[in-house]
T-cell receptor, first 115, second 115 residues
Framework: AQTVTQSQPEMSVQEAETVTLSCTYDTSESDYYLFWYKQPPSRQMILVIR??????QNATENRFSVNFQKAAKSFSLKISDSQLGDAAMYFCAYTDFQGAQKLVFGQGTRLTINP | GAVVSQHPSWVICKSGTSVKIECRSLDFQATTMFWYRQFPKQSLMLMAT?????????EQGVEKDKFLINHASLTLSTLTVTSAHPEDSSFYIC???????????FGPGTRLTVL
């Protein structure tokens, strides 16, 4: 079965600095998607960024970018110029084309932004 | 785009009553919707996969007679918690899969409190 591991339960960063959240996964599939979702205190799950495994180019969305290392099964999220609104729980997630395409979530990393 | 609504956002009910939660994809059609439960400070736990026009598929350990799911149209899925008990109190989140781009978008969640 596929698994997703986030080894950092909590992270903190100074406002305007850069922070990287780690995620590793395990799968025997060659084609899949990886996601980072953000859950702020409102508890609304928000899609941050999406990466298709067949794409070698790392996905970017404004201040958010990923470092996708397929061979190492690593998918880290870099947040540049951190803002107070970035404070949230961040979940790494995996899905492939098997069945209903369920999401497999990591345990989450709580990110605190220090002003 | 890709907005998912969920109603109600919070509900309080008496033990033994039933509660219905609606999940709607507002600007896209979703053949597949998902229902999750989230305990405090934990990741999302998938309860069931809802497919339009067919029976839901429940995860192991989830009582299908207690958590009734109906996916009546391409934009609406409902979760009914029957004969609710205090242990059913939780945060319930739905998601709808848009395809393309094979991505789940989440509703804002429903906080259920059973007295």
């Amino acid at each position: 079965a596929q698994t997703v591991t986030q080894s950092q339960p909590e992270m903190s960063v100074q406002e305007a600095e850069t922070v990287t959240l780690s995620c590793t996964y395990d799968t025997s599939e060659s084609d899949y998607y990886l996601f980072w979702y953000k859950q702020p205190p409102s508890r609304q799950m928000i899609l941050v960024i999406r990466q298709e495994a067949y794409k070698q180019q790392n996905a970017t969305e404004n201040r958010f970018s990923v470092n996708f290392q397929k061979a190492a099964k690593s998918f880290s999220l870099k947040i540049s110029d951190s803002q107070l609104g970035d404070a949230a729980m961040y979940f790494c997630a995996y899905t492939d084309f098997q069945g209903a395409q369920k999401l497999v979530f990591g345990q989450g990393t709580r990110l605190t932004i220090n002003p | 785009g890709a907005v998912v609504s969920q109603h109600p956002s919070w509900v309080i009910c008496k033990s033994g009553t039933s509660v219905k939660i609606e999940c709607r994809s507002l600007d896209f059609q979703a053949t597949t919707m998902f229902w999750y439960r989230q305990f405090p400070k934990q990741s999302l736990m998938l309860m069931a996969t809802s497919n339009e026009g067919s029976k839901a598929t429940y995860e192991q350990g989830v009582e299908k007679d207690k958590f009734l799911i109906n996916h009546a149209s391409l934009t609406l899925s409902t979760l009914t918690v029957t004969s609710a008990h205090p242990e059913d109190s939780s945060f319930y989140i739905c998601s709808a899969r848009a395809s393309p781009p094979d991505t789940q978008y989440f509703g804002p969640g429903t906080r259920l409190t059973v007295l």
